[in-house]
């Protein structure tokens, strides 16, 4: 019976340690760290939520996930499938487990560090635009904050005065400009200057897009859909033809 079992058990052992060294040789960056499991798309779930939105809170769902998904985690960079250096920076936990995220210090997080352009990384690389200072304090303005997975309902949506400078102009630059800029814009479609963006709003894929109409793709591509007060502010603008003010 003994005899018989051996050679049984050897080639099990053989064959578990051909499958061991296989799982560890391909993603050996999934030993140390917190693996991050949140879909792209649905990275909310376990953050605060139903707090009404306030003026001197960042919030990770609707102001600073946008920012990382579109100027971060693009296919090749920082996604979930390619994760370039171990960083996954397309959900809240990748951010905080890969993102060297220090709350005490906010700007010597390694994110903020990289997004600075001071040398050291320059990230997002040229020819993409690098991040604006409005973008950068919003991000350190949150890591101070408890870098937390919150978000907040808009309880008012302020209408008036929209504009393509304070408006419009933000909006592209958080949401969409890091995948339709530079050398190989998504859709050959470059948001990066206002001629861009007017095109797209004359041809009804601005307002189509983000609204995700059929016959549309659906925009930002892999992120969560924008808010009902953003589409409206969008339609306004298109409503009153798209000025440049
Ligand atoms: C993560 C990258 C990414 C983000 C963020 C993103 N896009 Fe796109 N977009 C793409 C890619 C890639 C395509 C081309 C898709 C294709 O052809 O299948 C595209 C296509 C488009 C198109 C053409 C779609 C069509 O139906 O012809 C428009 C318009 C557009 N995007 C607008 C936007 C707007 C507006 C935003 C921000 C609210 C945005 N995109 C955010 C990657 C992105």
């Known amino acids: 019976m003994k005899r018989n079992l051996f050679p049984i058990l050897i080639s099990a052992l ?3 340690s051909i499958l061991l060294s296989y799982s560890c040789k391909h993603e050996p960056e999934f030993l140390g760290i917190v693996i991050p499991v949140d879909t792209i798309g ?13 003026k001197d809170t960042v ?8 920012i990382f998904q579109s100027s971060c985690a693009l296919s090749g960079c920082h996604d979930a499938i390619t994760h370039k250096k171990g960083l996954y920076l397309n959900s809240y936990s990748g951010i905080l487990s890969t993102g060297g995220i220090s709350i005490s210090n906010p700007t010597n997080s390694k994110v903020y560090r990289a997004m600075l352009n001071t040398g050291e990384e320059n990230m997002p690389p040229a020819p993409a635009a690098p991040m604006t200072s409005t973008q950068l304090s919003t991000i350190s303005k949150w890591i101070g904050q408890g ?10 949506c302020d209408t008036t005065n929209v504009k393509y400078s304070t408006h419009i102009k933000p909006l592209i630059q958080n949401n969409c400009q890091g995948c339709h800029s ?3 814009p998504g859709g050959g479609i470059n948001l990066s200057t206002y001629a861009g963006v007017k095109a797209i709003a004359d041809n009804g894929k601005f307002f189509g897009t983000i609204s995700h109409l059929t ?3 659906a925009m930002p591509q892999n992120g969560n859909k924008l808010s009902d007060c953003q589409i409206t502010t969008v339609k306004i603008w298109i409503s009153q033809g798209s000025p440049e003010n």
Not at 42 to 54: E, W
Not at 59 to 66: G, I, K, N, S, T
Not at 147 to 156: D, P
């Open 182 to 184: 530079g050398a190989t």
């Open 59 to 66: 919030y990770f769902a609707q102001q600073v996930l946008p």
């Open 14 to 16: 053989f064959i578990s």
């Open 215 to 217: 016959g549309y793709k």
């Open 147 to 156: 870098a937390k997975n919150n978000s907040c309902i808009e309880s008012t």
């Open 42 to 54: 649905n990275n909310n779930n376990g953050g605060t939520t139903g707090s009404t939105c306030s």
